[in-house]
């Protein structure tokens, strides 16, 4: 399970499901990397734009939507269980968002 920098949900649900490409993902909450982009995250589970594009199937990918965190490797195999689950209201994960947005797109969230 990876070490997080914002707190998870203790009970980890939900499984992601991938198009045959593996270009768009859809989330166990609906939300699919289409209609709204993923966020990257690193080796650890840390969100940052750092590991965007990464082809390192060690990294993660997070569904902004909800905050779950699926592992890349697994987001290729067609389907993947959710191995984390940010909470999505808390400071550290919107700050994490922010700051990604910042990184990616020079810009704020507000």
């Known amino acids: 399970m990876p070490v997080l920098d914002a707190p998870a949900y203790p009970v980890v649900d939900g499984i992601a ?4 490409d593996g270009e768009n993902q859809t989330c166990a909450c609906g939300n699919d990397s289409y209609a709204a982009d993923w966020y ?6 840390a969100i940052t734009f750092d590991s965007s594009g990464s082809t390192n199937p060690d990294e993660h990918t997070l569904c902004p939507a909800c905050g779950r965190l699926y592992r890349n490797t697994d987001l290729f195999t067609g389907t993947a269980a959710a191995v984390a689950r940010y909470d999505t209201h808390s400071p550290a994960y ?13 810009k704020d969230r507000s």
């Open 17 to 20: 499901v991938a198009d045959v």
């Open 40 to 45: 990257a995250a690193d080796s650890e589970g």
């Open 94 to 106: 919107l700050a994490a968002l922010e700051q990604y947005e910042r990184d990616a797109y020079g």
